[in-house]
């Protein structure tokens, strides 16, 4: 079944790009996902379509009103039986993981609603029942950017939309892991030389090796990856082997 992403912005042109190229333009060509976008400030009620007001208790910056968010929401919320998922995208928010991304893409219906100025006002999480998602640990503008991380990272685990189906599966984090190392041709660049192992053509190796390097990458830059993955390896109480039944060194 299709799933459905609704979009709800100030500045909706931000998104046309990502949502037409590559990935995210097939997706939608195939029906596997439908975006939709809202201009928040077509819902704003008074002559001058004003969205922001000054925060009470004083402080810099302006607060995403209540009234053009809810009435944009509800809209968009009319227009399908399922209310769908409302997500606002915010620095307070729970880190979005790969997990997450699995999570959402399980959905049949997103709402995601980016924010500009200093927030939203609190009154929009609790009476939307909205959920909130940050990207990371650093400051945005605004929330725009971080929803169309969120779309790439979900979209692309919908079924049919990459175009090897196998890719997904091989992604860093999908086993919690940082990728191996790929090269392509030529062989040799700028006296730089592919590895060996993998021109060798014994696939038994070369999975060997790639683990190796993923174990090492992951060791040396995501320590806290790799500390993960080495609990839940022995929680779970599995073995790696090698081609014959040779434990490796972890
Ligand atoms: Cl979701 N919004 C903003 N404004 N900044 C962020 C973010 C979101 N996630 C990380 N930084």
């Known amino acids: 079944m299709t799933m459905r992403i609704d979009v709800l912005t100030l500045f909706p042109e931000m998104f046309e790009s990502p949502l037409s190229h590559s990935i995210l333009k097939r997706a939608q060509q195939q029906g596997i996902v439908e975006i939709v976008l809202s201009n928040i400030r077509e819902f704003a009620a008074d002559a001058y379509r004003k969205v922001d ?14 009234p053009p968010v809810f009435a944009c929401a509800e809209h968009v919320r009319s227009l399908r039986p399922q209310p769908g998922r409302l997500i606002l995208l915010t620095p307070q928010g729970a ?15 997103l709402i995601l609603v980016a924010g500009r100025y200093e927030g939203f006002d609190e009154r929009i999480r609790e009476g939307l029942d909205a959920e909130e998602l940050s990207i990371g640990d650093y400051v945005l503008s605004g929330g725009e950017l971080a929803a169309m991380v969120v779309i790439d990272a979900v979209v692309r ?5 990459l175009g090897d189906e ?32 993998l021109l060798s053509g014994d696939h038994g190796r070369i999975a ?34 090698k081609d014959k039944n040779q434990e490796i060194e972890t």
């Open 208 to 241: 060997q090796w790639r683990l190796e390097q993923s174990l090492q990458r992951t060791q040396q830059r995501r320590p806290d990856l790799y500390a993960a993955w080495l609990a839940r390896r022995q929680a779970t109480n599995k073995t790696l082997k």
């Open 157 to 161: 685990l919908l079924d049919g939309a």
């Open 95 to 109: 880190p979005l993981t790969q997990a997450k991304a699995i999570e959402l893409s399980r959905e049949p219906r």
């Open 53 to 66: 007001d000054k925060p009470y208790g004083g402080g810099p910056g302006m607060v995403m009103m209540c």
């Open 166 to 197: 196998d890719s997904a599966a091989n992604d860093s984090f999908g086993d919690g892991l940082l990728e191996y190392p790929h090269y392509t041709r030529p062989e040799e660049f700028r006296g730089m030389r592919v590895p060996q192992i």
